[in-house]
């Protein structure tokens, strides 16, 4: 009983602290997000059905249609188990320009997965800020040259803007 309670004081106090830390404010990012943000709210972002194949990654930023969960086939699980009610989708990319450090930012709160060579990639940094219009959350993959998913879920709108920019590190 001890520990039942132990350790359900622990997962509330770090869920409470977690909470607390989320920052606010497009100054909060932990790196520029000038040129991410520009392209999740430029006009011309090019618009996808989730599933769809992309035979190069485009020069603006893309609006991801999502689906339900059950509905989207993502390729792989993601590694977070999406709630009811969320919205999930993905797109595929036959290469990626050369391999390198990319940021891959998206315009509002989700689960991001990107998979290659048929397994998740580590993001080798993440950023996120809440109150910041245009953009939530801005992660960094290294990315080989060859063809990877972009996969998200959990999403509380139907839609959502994805910019994939390389790295200028």
Not at 46 to 69: D, F, R, Y
Not at 74 to 87: H, K, Q, S, Y
Not at 95 to 124: C, E, M, N, R
Request: charged fraction near 20%; aromatic fraction near 8%.
């Amino acid at each position: 009983m001890r520990k039942s309670f132990l350790a359900a004081s622990l997962l509330l106090v770090a869920t409470s602290a977690f909470a607390a830390e989320e920052p606010s404010g497009c100054d909060k990012f932990k790196w520029p997000i000038d040129r991410a943000r520009a392209a999740l709210t430029a006009p011309d972002r090019t618009k996808l059905e989730s599933g769809s194949v992309q035979t190069a990654l485009p020069p603006n930023a893309i609006t991801l249609a999502l689906v339900a969960p059950a509905d989207a086939k993502l390729p792989m699980p993601p590694e977070r188990a999406p709630r009811d009610g969320t919205f999930a989708g993905f797109t595929s990319f036959k290469t990626a320009p050369k391999a390198g450090l990319y940021t891959i930012s998206l315009s509002s709160g989700a689960w991001l997965d990107v998979v290659q060579d048929g397994h998740f990639l580590k993001p080798k940094a993440f950023s996120g800020a809440t109150d910041c219009d245009g953009i939530r959350k801005t992660v960094k993959f290294e990315l080989a040259a060859s063809p990877f998913v972009v996969q998200v879920s959990g999403a509380r709108n139907n839609s959502l803007s994805i910019a994939i920019q390389p790295t200028d590190e």
